[in-house]
């Protein structure tokens, strides 16, 4: 049974492909704990638009940022030790990376510095960050992932202010991925992977979460939501890499749209360009940074 009508289908079509220079499979410690068995080239996810059009996205198991210029055109901004996953561009041009291996960290793209911004937690490491927000009052809000599940329901979600005080919004989540922040800044959405469930809950000063709810429950499969990206009329975007799509949700929590990917499954992050209504999504599967356009 289903509550609502079927959404409407979307086409998207690829953007730019990760050239064949930068690929090389191998197996790695990154994918034989998360694609066991298979030699990955890469990994996308994060990616972030800069005002000139520039995208950035990152490599997980090679711990790799790129830039992809308007012309398409692909350049390694900085290689290092680490598994960088969810990124945003800062107010001063710097990136904020949510790296699984070291934590919350600032790159700059110009020179490739790299500044830890957060990497434990009362002396305690996470368990592997994945996925991040930053508010219009400069706070950081980030998932805390590693291994968690529905075996596991410890995941988190945090926030971190620019005073640096931490406060802990979640821990019970069950594999905490995407997150987004509606426009009013009054609430946060936050995808469970292994739950296949959106999460909302309130913001607010203090660190007290109240009132969390599920949001959308997605259908289950071989994974859950992944990447989450709000537009400007509180149409929540959710990259579904278990059904090879995005879905578009209205500020109601109704599916309204179904993005297909034309290339692999693995649809994992999107970024909306300043038009409000084109999508730039990474599609990890292939190595692949596909486009579509969402009806107004």
Request: hydrophobic content about 40%; some cysteine.
């Amino acid at each position: 049974m289903t509550w609502f009508a079927s959404p409407t289908d979307i086409e998207s079509r690829v953007y730019a492909r990760l050239p064949d220079t930068f690929r090389h499979a191998r197996q790695t410690e990154w994918g034989a704990a998360n694609k066991p068995g298979v030699a990955v080239d890469s990994f996308l996810e994060g990616p972030c638009l800069t005002p000139d059009g520039t995208l950035y996205v990152a490599d997980i198991p090679y711990g790799r940022i790129f830039a992809v210029d308007p012309s398409h055109h692909w350049s390694l901004v900085h290689e290092y030790d680490g598994w960088p996953n969810g990124m945003k561009l800062s107010r001063d041009g710097s990136l904020t990376v949510a790296d699984y291996k070291r934590g919350l960290l600032r790159v700059d793209p110009e020179s490739g510095t790299i500044h830890a911004i957060c990497t434990t937690v009362n002396s305690e490491s996470f368990k592997g960050l994945n996925d991040l927000a930053i508010l219009s009052d400069g706070s950081i809000l980030f998932t805390d992932q590693g291994q968690t599940g529905m075996h596991d329901p410890t995941g988190r979600l945090y926030r971190l202010w620019p005073d640096g005080r931490l406060d802990r919004l979640v821990g019970n989540a069950a594999s905490p991925n995407g997150v987004a922040v509606n426009p009013a800044g009054t609430h946060a959405y936050l995808a469970l992977t292994r739950a296949c469930q959106i999460w909302r809950l309130p913001l607010a000063p203090s660190a007290l979460a109240s009132k969390t709810q599920v949001f959308a429950q997605l259908p289950g499969g071989l994974s859950g939501p992944d990447g989450l990206v709000m537009d400007a009329a509180g149409r929540l975007i959710v990259c579904d890499p278990g059904h090879g799509c995005a879905w578009v949700l209205s500020p109601l929590g109704e599916p309204l749209f179904r993005v297909r990917s034309c290339a692999g499954r693995t649809l994992t992050n999107a970024v909306l360009r300043p038009d409000g209504r084109t999508l730039l999504m990474t599609e990890s599967e292939s190595g692949q940074i596909l486009e579509a356009v969402l009806p107004e």
